[in-house]
């Protein structure tokens, strides 16, 4: 399998993939933080399965950009936000899903996306790898998504036929059953985009979409 990693921090789902997919397996990360991709690169020698990381941040443009790195490891963003704790920016390239693609020759099987709310930029960079239809497992910051943003997000995705989300305290170890419960939901196609504006739901959940 082949497997995209787009805001790949130190590396943590990386392991968690080369584990599955071995070392006949093929893995591509994007982390535009220069210490956490520096992190990242020292922990893929331990890899089993073959690690490319690239210091760069998922778009819908090739360029450059400001990045806003936080104090808190995983809330680094191209989006600034106080609320962040972020740090003084950086400027840092910026690559398209679709042009990574092309020029590793690579048609993912599966992407894995956590970019604190960029969701829609990056996923407008992909388009042609999308009509693939890989896997996707994608953190979406619901609460910094505009309306607009979202229905972008619904279209980009409208080839999927089965969606399930789950709130993202799903995985605090101190979460009950029964909560668990009522923090899964499954649709089908076409529903995504009433779900991303429904007010009932936390603010950040766990998007995976299928064939």
């Not at 090739?62 to 950086?90: C, I, M, T």
């Not at 089965?162 to 709130?167: E, G, I, K, N, Y």
Request: net charge neutral; with cysteine.
């Amino acid at each position: 399998m082949t497997i995209l990693d787009v805001g790949t921090n130190i590396g943590y789902y990386l392991a968690v993939a080369s584990d599955r997919i071995g070392q006949n397996g093929q893995i591509v990360g994007l982390e535009p933080d220069p210490e956490l991709y520096r992190i990242a690169l020292h922990n893929a020698n331990s890899m089993k399965a073959q690690v490319k990381i690239i210091q760069a941040a998922a778009s819908d443009k090739e360029g450059y950009a400001d990045f806003y790195p936080s104090e808190v490891s995983n809330w680094g963003s191209l989006r600034k936000d106080p609320s962040h704790k972020q740090l003084p920016s950086v400027r840092v390239p910026t690559v398209t899903i679709d042009a990574v693609c092309e020029e590793l020759a690579m048609q993912p099987h599966a992407i894995r996306m956590d970019i604190e709310g960029l969701e829609a930029v990056a996923l407008s960079g992909a388009k042609k790898t999308l009509r693939r239809l890989p896997a996707l497992f994608i953190e979406l910051h619901l609460s910094v998504l505009s309306d607009a943003e979202k229905r972008l997000i619904a279209s980009l995705l409208s080839g999927y036929g089965h969606f399930l989300a789950l709130s993202r305290y799903y995985d605090w170890a101190y979460s009950l059953p029964v909560a668990r419960r009522r923090s899964r939901w499954a649709f089908g196609a076409g529903e995504l985009a009433d779900f991303m504006r429904r007010r009932d739901i936390h603010p950040d959940v766990i998007l995976f979409a299928t064939r």
